[in-house]
C-alpha cells in the first residue's frame, strides 16, 4: 500500500439469510472448505491491519478467529452490512467481501487497493456495466449517505453511489488479473452450488 493510500480494514459479510440456498451458505464446502474459508484466505495478505466479520449469529463463527459484529440496524440487507462493516472498522476505509464468494482473486483485490487513493470514495469492478457492490472498497465517507438510504429503507446497495466519488474498474481493467470475472461469482442456489464443485473438479 503505498503513501497515498488508506490503512485498510478487510470486512467480510456473512450476515445473509441464505434463504434460496436453504441452510447457511458461509459453512458450505467447495474444494475441501467452507466458502468463508476460501474468502478469508484470499483477503488474508493484503496488508490490512484488521480483517472482521460481519454477522448476525456471531456464535456460529468464532471458530474462525475474527472480530464479529452484528448488524447496527437489523434487516436492512447487504447495504446494511457495509454500514456496520464502516462504522465498526478501525481504518477509515474497508475492503467489502461477501462471504459466498469462493473464486476471489488475490491479485484483483491487490489491483483494486492500489486504485484506491484520497480522492476516491469507493473502488469497484463492474460486470456488463453492473458494480460488484460486494467485492468493493468503501471510504467511511460513504457512512452519511449510506445512513440515509438505511434510514428511508431505500435498500438498493448502489443506491448512494451517485452521492461519491467511484472508480469503477470494467473488464479492461481487470482482464489480467481474472480474464473471466470468475471472482464476482457468489452462490445463491444449491444449483449454483454444484456448478461450483464441478468447475474446481
Do not use: W
Request: proline share 5%.
Amino acid at each position: 500500500m503505498n503513501s497515498n493510500q488508506s490503512p485498510l480494514t478487510v470486512a467480510i459479510i456473512a450476515g445473509g439469510v441464505s434463504s434460496r440456498m436453504g441452510r447457511d451458505k458461509a459453512f458450505l464446502k467447495l474444494g475441501g472448505r467452507t466458502l468463508i474459508e476460501r474468502v478469508i484466505a484470499a483477503g488474508a495478505d493484503l496488508s490490512q491491519s484488521e480483517t472482521i466479520l460481519i454477522a448476525n449469529k456471531p456464535d456460529e463463527y468464532r471458530h474462525l478467529g475474527l472480530e464479529i459484529y452484528a448488524d447496527i440496524l437489523p434487516d436492512k440487507g447487504s447495504l446494511g452490512g457495509i454500514y456496520t462493516a464502516l462504522a465498526r472498522a478501525a481504518n477509515p476505509a474497508a475492503l467489502v467481501l461477501a462471504c459466498d464468494m469462493p473464486f476471489i482473486k488475490t491479485e484483483l483485490l491487490r489491483f483494486m487497493i492500489a486504485q484506491f487513493d484520497e480522492a476516491t470514495d469507493i473502488v469497484v469492478p463492474r460486470v456488463d456495466g453492473y458494480p460488484q457492490a460486494l467485492h468493493a472498497i468503501y471510504r467511511n465517507t460513504c457512512l452519511a449517505p449510506i445512513r440515509a438510504q438505511l434510514d428511508a429503507n431505500r435498500l438498493k446497495i448502489i443506491g448512494f453511489y451517485d452521492q461519491m466519488r467511484v472508480r469503477y474498474l470494467d473488464e479492461a481493467d481487470y482482464a489480467p488479473f481474472d480474464a473471466g470475472g470468475i471472482s464476482f461469482t457468489n452462490l445463491n442456489t444449491p444449483a449454483e452450488l454444484e456448478r461450483a464443485r464441478r468447475l474446481i473438479e
